[in-house]
């Protein structure tokens, strides 16, 4: 096998790196894990499921629909707190890997996030009574910031243990579907526990989606389980701590060496394709998450009894399609191939309804038809979806090998940095081209769908129905770069295993 020149050049000095941390060049090498380990791991991502629903679909909507905020002051400040997070989450993630403990690199960030994050989740939603548009605005941006910064003290390590948990080609993809589909039972209990719960029509709002009254009490339940998901998945794994890699003696943190690693793991063609792919598509998923309430109301003038039925389909079909995953991938052999195929399915489901609405194809939103034929859509989507995103996070666990076998060191909390980027750019970017199209559309601040105009609603669904399509392709044209495939991650391992 040929190897490029500077892995020759290190292995020439004695292989110093993994001589000097043996301990961090060992992985957990099982090819299975228990299911009480998968299952505790799992459960970590039931917060993150609940800040990516709340985020993604009722964070833009509160501050826009609820409390008056203007469309592009929302996506403004949306924008802000992820120019922030994309600086928090390699600093993080250089700070987990050189971190040194009794509790290893990754479980006391996991501990010590838990209630600091949920906390500046439920100050996001339960702002000062009388906060003018700037007041909301800087209350917005400031809560956003320090939701998506404690979020990132929590997500980064964990995601980065699930590499470390072992090192199996398709057992990380088990791991992934596992993670995923916890993910969404976080963003099934927000999307119809809410509904149903807390925006119950009453007598004064007959879409209670529009009582401001109801987004605190709405948040509280979110910090709890939030708490709980943390806390349960730290002390479910606590017992692995002595079996996962830890720093060797000259693996330090410094923002210098953060950025030279950064610089090292974006040199790996794989990692580059593979984050500018999920950037990319995350901002249509972002986009479309944002804007379901309006598309649901506005566009397709929904009951709220449908709405809750959209919702429900649509975390159905991604559980339906995280579950898949596994499955889908003894048919499918190579990862890159099932991610594209699940990316395109997404991106047509999605978009096809809106589109034949547009043309004139469709009878109008009071035929019994069109409801039920864009929740199922909907949900049809999701499947594709749910296994886009599962394979995104096994094929980073499969790089962090390939860096490994380049550089001699471990270091997933660099790559699940990157990773966790990607995904809060999801709520992050997709909700600033949403408020971009609210306000181009010119749909008015809780409007009835009988007051907006036809020109506002279809405005609104030619921006948002074809940025779908544009935005997929563009993240299958990244993806086409990734070149770490069955055969080839079976010969990284087998090398390591040499060098160790």
């Not at 009480?36 to 459960?43: E, K, Q, S």
């Not at 995350?282 to 998450?289: D, E, K, N, P, Y």
């Not at 020109?455 to 563009?474: E, H, K, N, S, Y």
Request: glycine fraction near 10%; charged fraction near 15%; proline fraction near 5%.
């Amino acid at each position: 096998m040929n190897q490029p020149a500077y892995d020759m050049g290190w292995r020439a000095r004695g292989n110093n790196r993994f001589s000097e941390a043996t301990g961090y060049g060992l992985l957990n090498s099982m090819k299975q894990v228990s299911w009480r380990i998968r299952l505790a791991f799992g459960v970590g991502q039931l917060p993150e499921g609940i800040k990516s629903a709340a985020f993604g679909f009722f964070l833009l909507f509160y501050y826009n629909q609820v409390l008056g905020l203007s469309g592009t002051l929302s996506g403004a400040a949306i924008f802000i707190a992820l120019l922030i997070d994309a600086i928090s989450d390699p600093l993080v993630g250089s700070l987990s890997d050189a971190t040194r403990s009794r509790w290893g690199r990754r479980h006391p960030y996991m501990y010590l996030a838990a209630v600091p994050f949920a906390g500046s989740f439920y100050l996001l939603f339960a702002p000062p009574t009388g906060l003018e548009e700037m007041g909301l605005f800087w209350w917005l941006t400031i809560f956003s910031i320090l939701t998506r910064t404690f979020m990132t003290f929590y997500s980064v390590p964990h995601m980065s243990m699930g590499a470390e948990l072992t090192n199996d080609y398709d057992e990380r993809t088990l791991l992934s579907s596992i993670r995923m589909v916890l993910q969404l039972v976080g963003m099934f209990a927000v999307l119809i526990g809410g509904p149903v719960v807390f925006f119950a029509a009453t007598p004064e709002f007959e879409n209670g989606q529009l009582n401001p009254d109801a987004y605190p009490p709405f948040a509280l339940a979110g910090f709890f389980i939030m708490v709980f998901g943390v806390w349960a998945s730290a002390l479910g794994t606590h017992s692995q701590i002595t079996k996962l890699p830890q720093p060797g003696p000259d693996d330090i943190f410094s923002p210098v060496l953060m950025v030279r690693d950064m610089t090292r793991a974006f040199k790996i063609p794989s990692f580059a394709s593979l984050v500018s792919a999920s950037i990319i598509a995350g901002m249509s998923q972002g986009m479309v998450q944002a804007l379901i309430i309006y598309t649901g109301t506005y566009f397709f003038e929904l009951s709220a009894t449908q709405m809750t039925f959209l919702f429900t389909g649509g975390v159905v079909g991604v559980v339906s399609g995280a579950m898949l995953t596994s499955p889908l991938s003894k048919f499918i052999k190579e990862k890159k191939h099932l991610y594209i195929a699940g990316h395109c399915w997404y991106a047509v489901f999605t978009s096809y309804v809106i589109i034949l609405r547009l043309l004139d194809l469709l009878p109008s939103n009071q035929d019994p038809l069109i409801a039920p034929l864009y929740i199922i859509s909907g949900a049809i989507s999701g499947v594709g979806l749910g296994v886009a995103v599962t394979l995104g996070a096994s094929m980073i666990a499969d790089i962090t090998d390939e860096h490994e076998r380049r550089h001699g060191r471990r270091q997933e909390g660099i790559y699940y940095a990157a990773a966790s980027f990607a995904g809060k750019a999801i709520g992050g970017s997709g909700a600033i081209f949403a408020g971009l199209i609210i306000d181009f559309a010119g749909i008015p601040k809780g409007a009835a769908p009988s007051m907006v105009s036809a020109d506002a609603v279809v405005r609104f669904g030619w921006a948002l129905g074809p940025a779908v399509i544009i935005l997929t392709a563009m993240a299958i044209a990244c993806i086409s770069f990734y070149g770490i495939s069955r055969a080839r991650h079976k010969e990284i391992l087998q090398e390591l295993k040499t060098l160790r």
